[in-house]
């Protein structure tokens, strides 16, 4: 891409944002300060207010708050080692040995390789992300220290919020409570919780441990949930009641919950009405066995919310950190195509994401962090349908990604009519 005579380079921390489409459709300048935005005015071509020499013209791409990545391992991920081919195991205690024998053998240390993927997420165009860590006998709490080591070095990039994850159950395995106890003590900020019933086989064993600890440590929650059927669904109702009881509202998630898009009638709505009267969000990440139905439990006033789950690692070959191509991928499978579903699949990595993860300040009004990301796009729907570039990336108001550009594509909203 050409740089045009005379224009200055692009700053590390434009003092403005000119042209660039807002979701609504709205041309606009977006003024920054001090790590924030100052003013959002429609779009002169004088410059208005934020006329100046450190301000960025995006050539009316559009503008959205940085994604957020509401689900992710960080010290899974095999990026930044050599490839290992997927090997495939009959249940989930198989897969979990499997993973314990792989990371064994990986010679290239946790750190490193949660590096490469949180480097990869920010070019993306990802501003935060809720990480699951590993926290078991045969690790204790090594991969936890490896993360929080990694969220230090990226704190001026990235947010980063950490799940003390035990991946080995916690009733049936000993030691974990208080592993997990440890870990809430040195830096996590939540602590999770794996398949009540068809893991530890134990729901209020496991849910009187989870919820206790987060009590104790005034910390969020945060539980896979894998089982299917009804046994899924009472297993969330039973997280909800609990929820509910206990006033935690808005700090409780049940990730995958694949057991929702398992059943109907009364089942899902009793279910997604307990869930919303409690203040359970529901995580998903799209197909795998089945996917809750997002818009059936948004109407209930569920917040769901998106995240990548598994990048490159035992689990699964795939993924790409990319948090677009993540709503797209749900916007897919869950049948979203009109305009306003393509933005309904767009808040799942932005606005609820968001709200899910209990970030505050963040969004595009005058005193919102500047956590943004342009997209070489002309609105909301293209964005999520077409795999566009991301052209810039900011975080507190300073540029992290991709690798700045000296001049930026003029967009065209519409093609122009032909023969009229």
């Known amino acids: 891409m050409s740089h045009p005579v005379g224009a200055p380079p692009i700053p590390s921390a434009p003092a403005a944002l000119r042209n660039v489409t807002l979701p609504d459709g709205r041309r606009a300048d977006i003024a920054l300060h001090e790590g924030r935005i100052a003013a959002v005015t429609d779009h002169r071509a004088d410059g208005g207010a934020v006329r100046g020499g450190t301000s960025v013209d995006l050539g009316g791409a559009l503008l959205l708050p940085a994604f957020v990545d509401g689900h992710a391992h960080l010290d899974k991920t095999l990026l930044g080692a050599p490839w290992q081919p997927h090997r495939t195991t009959a249940t989930l205690r198989e897969q979990i040995a499997d993973e314990r024998e792989l990371r064994a053998s990986i010679e290239v240390p946790v750190a490193a390789r949660a590096t490469a993927l949180a480097e990869r997420m920010i070019s993306l165009g990802t501003g935060h992300v809720r990480s699951h860590v590993d926290v078991d006998p045969d690790i204790g709490l090594a991969a936890l220290h490896a993360v929080l080591g990694v969220r230090e070095e990226f704190q001026d990039r990235l947010g980063i919020q950490l799940v003390a994850f035990p991946q080995s159950g916690v009733v049936s395995s000993p030691g974990v409570a208080d592993l997990l106890d440890a870990a809430l003590a040195e830096g996590a900020d939540l602590i999770g ?85 409690a203040g359970v969000s529901i995580m998903t990440n799209g197909p795998r066995d089945t996917m809750p139905p997002v818009l059936r439990l948004r109407e209930h006033g569920v917040r769901v919310f998106a995240g990548s789950d598994n990048i490159r690692d035992s689990w699964w070959p795939y993924g790409t950190a990319d948090m677009l191509e993540r709503a797209t991928i749900i916007g897919l499978q869950g049948g979203l195509m009109t305009d306003e579903e393509l933005h309904a699949a767009a808040s799942l990595i932005t606005g609820e994401a968001a709200a899910a993860l209990g970030l505050t300040g963040y969004g595009l009004a005058p005193g919102d962090r500047a956590d943004l990301v342009v997209i070489a796009a002309g609105g909301v729907p293209e964005a999520v349908a077409a795999h566009p570039e991301r052209l810039l990336v900011l975080h507190g108001g300073r540029v992290v990604g991709p690798a700045p550009r000296t001049a930026y594509p003029r967009l065209t909203l519409a093609p122009p009519e032909v023969g009229r």
């Open 193 to 277: 919780g794996l398949d009540p019933a068809g893991f530890d086989g134990d729901v209020d064993g496991q849910l009187d441990i989870v919820f206790r600890l987060a009590e104790r440590h005034g910390a969020g929650i945060d539980i896979h949930l894998h089982d299917g059927g009804e046994s899924g669904t009472a297993q969330l109702r039973a997280v909800a009641e609990r929820t509910a009881a206990l006033g935690l509202g808005g700090t409780v998630t049940v990730s995958h919950a694949y057991a929702l898009g398992q059943v109907e009638g009364s089942e899902l709505a009793v279910t997604a009405d307990a869930l919303a009267a």
